[in-house]
């Protein structure tokens, strides 16, 4: 069983930054889950944003953020960031950070998710 916490949303202007966290409590070692950022905006399903395998040596994006966001862990503390860069109007959303032993890209493949944290970007 993983407990998954967000942090770190809020309200940005366009061309800002924020930095999403993750924290996670487990009974297993944390470096064996790949996490995964999703976000989700009202009548829309939840998208894919980016993942971090286990060890931290494997990372995805959705290419509408490469280039702005990184996903990044440290396993000493339990915690997975997505430092996002450059935010723009369409980046608002509800984001979700999510774990599995399998790394992937697909939200079904998630066991573990968090509650959300809302990150809204005015232009």
């Known amino acids: 069983q993983v407990q998954l916490v967000e942090s770190g949303g809020g309200l940005v202007q366009a061309g800002g930054s924020l930095r999403l966290s993750c924290a996670a409590s487990?009974?297993?070692?944390?470096?064996?889950?790949?996490v995964g950022w999703f976000r989700q905006v009202p009548g829309k399903e939840r998208e894919f944003v980016a993942a971090i395998s286990g060890s931290g040596d494997s990372t995805r994006y959705v290419g509408s953020v490469k280039g702005r966001f990184t996903i990044s862990r440290v396993n000493a503390l339990n915690t997975v960031y997505l430092q996002m860069n450059s935010l723009k109007p369409e980046d608002t959303a509800v984001y979700y950070c999510a774990a599995d032993p399998n790394f992937a890209s697909i939200a079904i493949f998630y066991r573990y998710w968090g509650q959300g944290t809302q990150v809204t970007v005015s232009s």
């Open positions: 487990s009974g297993r070692t944390f470096s064996t889950y790949a």
